[in-house]
């Protein structure tokens, strides 16, 4: 079998690491290309195949099956160039871990919007697929246009309020792969290291630290998902190794070698009871990658 040009490829590999739940099983195929064109060349190998594909970058919003994913993974962690163009904008790849863009672009800059990043995990380009932030803003407000590669080839998208809502968009769908995104940022009259700290300490004075993902559930119009949470009792409970975090009823966690059966199990007992108490449908923020009832784990 010829295999695509690549820095790096291992077969039968095992994804759990690689997620900050700790979780999952093996991927038939899994990918670091380091260049764009490495990126085509893996893409078109995978497509050629008909492969399932499964992007990912530092999988903090993943919760994988334990029996694993039987495709293949490609990380875009090794595309983290960074290209300055003009005083404000920059060029980024989409492994760049969100945090060193505010520490080592946004904080030096002393460029306004901090308050919307800090403390979110993960890499731009799932920050972009998800649309991250809080309620300060998204990262989609500081994009001006997306590089992305489809089944048909790579474009350029201008990204539009229209084409991005609360934790989620509509321009990077399907198969496609975020490459690189052109970020705009504008100077602030504030001092935005002291309110970078400012939101580093509250994240620690309200969220629990640990294996997990972060918010398990969106919040629904005009609510919280965590305190929905916490006004049916369930604070505290716990399926095998995951427990709902006494500290923010939002967030699950891998307290004990956690199952992805034991996550799963606690996401739909949450669903389940908030919809008998309040008749709301909760939607979950994590991306659960999930085999079929009757599929068998990946073999080599």
Known sequence: MTLPSCSTLQEMYTLAPHTLYRIGGPARWAFWPATLSEVQDTYAWIKERELPLLVMGAGSNLLIDDRGFDGAVLFT?????Q??????????GAGLPLADIVRNIMLPGNF?????LTGIPGTLGGALFMNAGTVNGTICQFTEEVTILY?????QVAITPDRYSYRGQSFCTGDA??????LAFSPSDKEEKDIYQHYIQRRLDTQPQGRCCGSVFKNPPNDHAGRLIESCGLKGTRRGGAIISPKHANFIMNEDNATFDDVYGLIQEVK???WDCHHIALKEEVRIIRQSPDAAAPSA
């Not at 962690?77 to 160039?81: E, G």
């Not at 290209?83 to 980024?92: D, V």
């Open 177 to 182: 792969v975020i490459l690189e995104a052109l």
């Open 151 to 155: 089944p048909e080839g790579m474009r």
């Open 112 to 116: 306004a919007g901090t308050g919307a």
């Open 83 to 92: 290209i300055q163009c003009g005083t404000h904008r920059y060029r980024l």
């Open 272 to 274: 389940q009871r908030v």
């Open 77 to 81: 962690t090794a595309l983290q160039h």
